[in-house]
């Protein structure tokens, strides 16, 4: 009988092998993981610049088809100076004006609004683009009925749906009715509006959790940009505005690309230098 001889054993990894393995992946991690965020980062800002787009676009529907030259970012709210909404209006408030625009069959009295729910600019613009309303039950975002004088309220018998001018995809639109930026930030909406003959100079602020505000931003000579239409603007990766105004200067304080200290308020240096804009091609640290 033959007897089998069994061959040599394989040595199990030494911990000098495992380490030299762990090692090694610890730097190509080290080498990838900054590609993998640029591309992330650009994945983002290219998201930022087409939403802008839609949001641009839905205005320009909306308008078309209420035959209006604008929408509002306010009203006639104290908290933010917001679009405040209401179940009953007397008909002077600068809300009604406008809602009797859009339906001049409203019935004032009797709106179908929750009361005294307020709005900022934001909200507002997802108000009028989505028909959606925080803690509003019934048909949230999805456009407004066709009964002339109770438009926000549930599609009933024959009535059809206006709307929505935006998609609001629940992704982007947060509970609270603001349609948000790829980096969770509400969009900055301000307008031109007709009543004012101006841009309110308000702006648009939000804390997360340093507050930052924004307001309408104007060129080299002193006039709105876009002077009679709407800026758009995303906070962008680090999430703070710039302030806007007259003090838009690509490259120099808070539009460096450099620098983006939360806790710098005098000199905010590049806290807007990467917002998204529907007034320039590129981040506001470059001019175009």
Not at 20 to 29: E, Q, S
Not at 83 to 106: H, N
Not at 126 to 145: C, D, I
Not at 158 to 184: E, S
Request: charged share 15%.
């Amino acid at each position: 009988m033959t007897r089998r001889i069994p061959g040599p054993r394989r040595a199990a990894f030494t911990m000098i092998e495992l380490l030299v393995v762990i090692l090694i992946i610890g730097v190509l991690a080290a080498i990838l993981l900054p590609a993998v965020g640029k591309v992330r980062d650009s994945a983002r800002r290219a998201q930022a610049v087409t939403e802008i787009s839609q949001i641009s676009n839905a205005i320009g529907a909306f308008k078309a088809k209420k035959n209006v030259s604008y929408i509002p970012c306010g009203g006639s709210g104290t908290t933010f100076g917001g679009f405040l909404l209401k179940s009953t209006y007397s008909g002077s408030e600068p809300e009604a004006i406008y809602l009797k625009q859009l339906w001049p069959q409203l019935t004032l009295s009797s709106t179908g609004l929750p009361n005294g729910v307020e709005l900022d600019a934001n909200q507002t613009l997802m108000f009028f683009l989505t028909g959606f309303v925080p803690g509003m039950a019934g048909q949230p975002g999805q456009g407004f009925s066709t009964n002339p004088s109770a438009p926000f309220t549930a599609t009933t018998g024959n009535d059809q749906r206006v709307g929505p001018f935006l998609d609001p995809n629940a992704n982007k639109l947060d509970a609270a009715g603001h349609f948000t930026d790829p980096w969770g930030m509400p969009y900055a909406y301000m307008a031109f509006e007709q009543p004012l003959n101006s841009y309110r100079t308000t702006g648009f602020t939000v804390t997360t959790p340093f507050t930052s505000s924004v307001v309408p931003y104007k060129d080299a000579s002193g006039k709105f940009i876009h002077l009679r239409g709407f800026q758009i603007v995303s906070a962008g990766k680090n999430k703070l505005f710039g302030p806007g105004g007259t003090t838009w200067n690509p490259g120099v304080g808070p539009y460096d690309q450099g620098g983006d200290d939360p806790t710098d308020t005098v000199n905010m240096r590049g806290w807007g230098g990467d917002d998204l804009s529907n007034f320039n091609a590129g981040p506001l640290f470059t001019s175009d």
